[in-house]
């Protein structure tokens, strides 16, 4: 007795008896594969990865409890057309930040830690011994 007819499969592909049924349907009917995803990256980051490129895409980096998800919904937002996350590393689009310390208002007798001031560092003295 020959052995029967065996149906190779390939992981990814549709089972053998959804293939009558899927050359039925439209087209426009099967589900579009996701271009962006969200990747575990280690240590509890999570980056979108794009499938087109095969690479890391935009500068969204999440980190910590509830990251998963942040990144999950990064990636449908970038599925449903959004426009990537960049960041200006150079920051040149953001203010010079304001100095609120001057050395004239901080006793530095009473510092625990060195502060930042307009006129630069100013660290903690010791106090006087009488």
């Not at 589900?31 to 999570?46: D, E, L, M, Q, T």
Request: hydrophobic share 35%.
């Amino acid at each position: 007795m020959p052995a029967p007819e065996l149906n190779v499969q390939t992981p990814g592909d549709p089972a053998a008896n959804t293939q009558a049924t899927a050359s039925t349907e439209s087209p426009a009917a099967t589900p579009a594969i996701p271009v962006y995803s969200a990747k575990h990256n280690g240590a509890g980051r999570w980056k979108i990865w794009s499938t087109a490129t095969d690479d890391w895409f935009s500068d969204f980096l999440v980190v910590g409890e509830g990251a998963k998800t942040q990144a999950e919904v990064e990636a449908d937002r970038l599925n449903a057309g959004g426009e990537p996350l960049v960041l200006d590393p150079q920051r040149e689009n953001e203010p010079a930040p304001q100095a609120t310390a001057s050395t004239d208002a901080i006793d530095a007798t009473t510092l625990k830690q060195a502060v930042m001031t307009p006129e630069g560092w100013l660290c903690p003295e010791p106090k006087a011994k009488d």
